[in-house]
């Protein structure tokens, strides 16, 4: 589905310097021919993620010259209202600022005061990093950028992931690597093991996944790998203590950016060297099978895959049946791997149930929600309940949309996701029933206790259907009843949230919970200033909750 990205600013200068010297040094196989997954993004409304368009989209809006004047952002703590409860911006900012979007968090399971959030960043064209060692209340930024080892250039990144390892002590990041101008297309993972001072350096990323061959050094250019998301086992009595899960799409494409299929796939290790990454081996399985059909609908086309690990180290995963070339979503899936990710369910069982479910399908095929021209893609979140084993998945509904919009629904299992519950809707008014206007990107997760957190933009208090505020639902009993409050404190404008266009938002937000802090992490634009400067932009904000003192 869609996601991630970041444009290089300075790094845009950077970048641009060096293709032709990328292209000689990785041979005719390179050329100079246009990628294929450029030639999709021109061709096809949908597939492969709105962050990756946002590279196109963003260079075309800031101009060859614009990217000079861009100053590197400085290193001063964010600012924000420190007292429980208040919002606080987590990144520091260029000047004149840049957008940050898609964001991913996770917190030190043994001390969860300290946290690491990640997002796409258009200052370094990868990933900033924001870290806390105060349960939020205060954050420094750092940022990282991917380098291709096949060229020596720096590439773009982002759609980042983020999870911690018990077993190390490390947090970890992944985000992509990949060119405007090559066919190069990678996953990297990164580590910290100061608490997110300090990273592995982008050339020493470990490589999940690659259409590189670092022996034969010929580039498979059919292969474009999308949207990972990692996460790590951190049960000391699972057999498989500490292995590392990344699942991402896999586009196949013709040579006219057509993709024919678009399958889900895992990479997993159990061992990244801390003095260098690189050196870590990954295995890979075929979650959805390699399978070309039709229009790239099916079993072989899937996207927003979201991992979560279980007790006794079963490796779930949600996500949803999404057309490779047009961003429909027919069906919400559920597949999972008890052998550690060597194999998974024949067949992926499917969540949503007739008539209880219904993408959103604009004219245009691309999850525009109007009035507003952001992609508004059904991103979608998986979380599993430590204490009961009940897994509840949110996502964007639209079966109520002559009366209410899009509204966040949800669905629990409580076998291992073999069966699932009935739907219900979660973005609720007063009466219960679903609330006004448009909400969308749900992200899921459950605390130690078992209490579940939800998050979602919601537009139900602006009559326009404009400005987006953050809502939260919290559900004590096992995710039979939630109630929901507003919990930003200021609304913003998307259509100032990016560059010139405000096309891109980002595709989704983040959230981790713990009984000692809740990470609730969102996209942001309530202090775009796209009048003065000329350029549209969004941070990266969290609002410090504290369950234990409520």
Do not use: C
């Given at each position: 589905m869609k996601r991630i990205a970041a444009v290089i600013i300075v790094g845009l200068i950077c970048s641009t310097l060096s293709i032709a010297t990328s292209a000689q040094q990785s041979g005719d196989?390179?050329?100079?021919?246009?990628?294929?997954?450029?030639?999709?993004?021109?061709?096809?409304?949908?597939?492969?993620?709105?962050?990756?368009?946002?590279?196109?989209a963003a260079q075309g809006e800031i101009g060859g010259s614009g990217a000079a004047s861009i100053a590197q952002a400085p290193t001063s703590p964010s600012d924000g209202n420190p007292a429980s409860g208040k919002n606080v911006k987590m990144n520091d900012d260029s000047y004149p600022p840049m957008p940050q979007n898609e964001t991913a968090v996770a917190y030190n399971v043994d001390d969860p005061q300290i946290a690491v959030a990640a997002a796409n960043d258009y200052v370094s064209g990868g990933v900033v990093i924001m870290r806390t060692s105060d349960g939020g209340q205060k954050w420094l930024s750092t940022r990282n950028t991917p380098e291709f080892r096949g060229t020596g250039d720096f590439c773009s990144g982002g759609d980042p992931g983020v999870a911690y390892s018990r077993k190390e002590g490390a947090f970890y990041i992944s985000q992509l690597c990949f060119f405007r101008a090559l066919p190069f297309s990678e996953v990297h993972v990164i580590k910290s093991v100061d608490g997110g001072k300090t990273w592995t350096p982008g050339r020493q990323a470990a490589r999940a996944a690659s259409n590189f061959d670092y022996v034969t050094h010929t580039v498979d250019d059919s292969i474009f790998n999308d949207k990972e998301l990692i996460v790590v086992d951190n049960n000391p009595s699972s057999p498989l203590?500490?292995?590392?899960?990344?699942?991402?799409?896999?586009?196949?494409?013709?040579?006219?950016?057509?993709?024919?299929y678009c399958p889900l796939q895992l990479s997993y290790t159990d061992a990244v060297p801390t003095t260098n990454p690189l050196l870590s081996t990954w295995s890979h399985t075929k979650i959805q099978p390699d399978q070309p059909g039709g229009n790239g609908t099916g079993s072989s086309a899937n996207q927003?895959?979201?991992?979560?690990?279980?007790?006794?180290?079963?490796?779930?995963?949600?996500f949803v049946s999404e057309n490779c070339n047009d961003s429909v979503d027919p069906h919400l899936l559920f597949q999972r791997s008890t052998d550690g990710g060597q194999t998974f369910l024949a067949s992926a069982v499917q969540i949503d149930k007739a008539g209880q479910y219904l993408d959103?399908?604009?004219?245009?095929?691309?999850?525009?929600?109007?009035?507003?021209?952001?992609?508004?893609?059904?991103a979608t979140s998986l979380a599993y309940s430590p204490k009961t084993g009940t897994l509840l998945y949110v996502y964007?509904?639209?079966?109520?949309?002559?009366?209410?919009?899009?509204?966040?629904?949800?669905?629990t299992s409580t076998d291992g996701g073999l069966h699932w519950s009935d739907s219900k809707f979660l973005s609720t008014d007063s009466s219960g029933k679903p609330a006004a206007?448009?909400?969308?990107?749900?992200?899921?997760?459950?605390?130690?206790?078992?209490?579940?957190?939800?998050?979602?933009?919601?537009?139900?208090?602006?009559?326009?259907?404009?400005r987006i505020n953050t809502w939260q639902?919290?559900?004590?009993?096992?995710?039979?009843?939630?109630?929901?409050?507003?919990?930003?404190?200021?609304?913003?404008?998307?259509?100032?949230?990016?560059?010139?266009?405000?096309?891109?938002?980002?595709?989704?937000?983040?959230?981790?919970?713990?009984?000692?802090?809740?990470y609730a992490v969102w996209t942001d634009g309530r202090d775009s200033a796209r009048a003065v400067t000329g350029i549209g932009e969004t941070d990266i904000f969290t609002t410090v909750q504290r369950p234990n003192s409520d």
């Open positions: 196989q390179a050329g100079a021919a246009t990628p294929r997954w450029v030639l999709h993004v021109a061709n096809y409304p949908g597939g492969i993620s709105n962050g990756v368009r946002g590279v196109l203590y500490g292995r590392i899960y990344v699942t991402y799409t896999k586009f196949h494409l013709l040579p006219n950016g057509f993709s024919d927003f895959s979201d991992p979560v690990v279980e007790n006794n180290g079963t490796l779930d995963v949600g959103f399908m604009d004219a245009a095929g691309d999850d525009t929600l109007p009035p507003t021209h952001f992609r508004a893609p059904n964007q509904n639209n079966i109520n949309r002559a009366v209410s919009q899009a509204d966040i629904s949800y669905q206007n448009d909400q969308f990107f749900p992200w899921a997760a459950s605390d130690e206790s078992g209490r579940f957190y939800v998050i979602w933009f919601d537009r139900r208090l602006d009559p326009a259907n404009v639902a919290v559900s004590g009993n096992d995710a039979t009843s939630f109630s929901s409050a507003k919990i930003s404190s200021q609304d913003w404008n998307p259509n100032d949230g990016f560059f010139t266009s405000g096309a891109f938002i980002g595709d989704y937000n983040a959230l981790a919970a713990s009984t000692e802090a809740v």
